[in-house]
């Protein structure tokens, strides 16, 4: 299966390019995050119908996103710039893990990724904020 979702995800980062959809965002100060594809497929996700959406994510100098969660897995390559992981470098986030607050260290050069997700169709939200915990 591991197989399975590694081939899926370098294939949808190869069709990226093929079905742009023009949908872009940004959450206030946060980074910046073009859809370049949504493509339903056919492996399911906890047996839920899958769609695969790749994006980039664009991070200015110094921005940081909030703590979020995903509901899919997702692959990432560093495409330039720094984040936790360096130009070139790939990574995965597994499905509903907590990330804490990345960033973009740099004050000079912005940081952009190319992220592949996993998700189940009926996701009404790929990046699901971390509610701001009560301070005691």
Do not use: C, W
């Not at 047996?47 to 899919?72: I, L, N, Y």
């Not at 070139?88 to 000079?108: C, I, M, Q």
């Amino acid at each position: 299966m591991t197989r399975t979702m590694l081939t899926l995800a370098a294939a949808v980062i190869g069709m990226g390019g093929l079905a742009l959809a023009q949908t872009g965002h940004s959450h206030g100060k946060g980074p910046t995050v073009k859809t370049l594809s949504a493509v339903d497929v056919i492996e399911q996700l906890n047996g839920k119908p899958t769609r695969a959406t790749t994006q980039e994510v664009t991070f200015e100098p110094g921005v940081a996103s909030a703590p979020h969660r995903h509901p899919g897995p997702v692959f990432g390559y560093v495409l330039e710039g720094e984040f936790e992981f360096r130009a070139g470098d790939t990574f995965y986030e597994s499905a509903n893990a907590l990330h804490s607050v990345p960033r973009n260290p740099s004050a000079k050069t912005r940081t952009r990724i190319l992220a592949v997700m996993l998700h189940p169709r009926e996701a009404k939200a790929l990046v699901v904020p971390e509610p701001a915990k009560e301070e005691k």
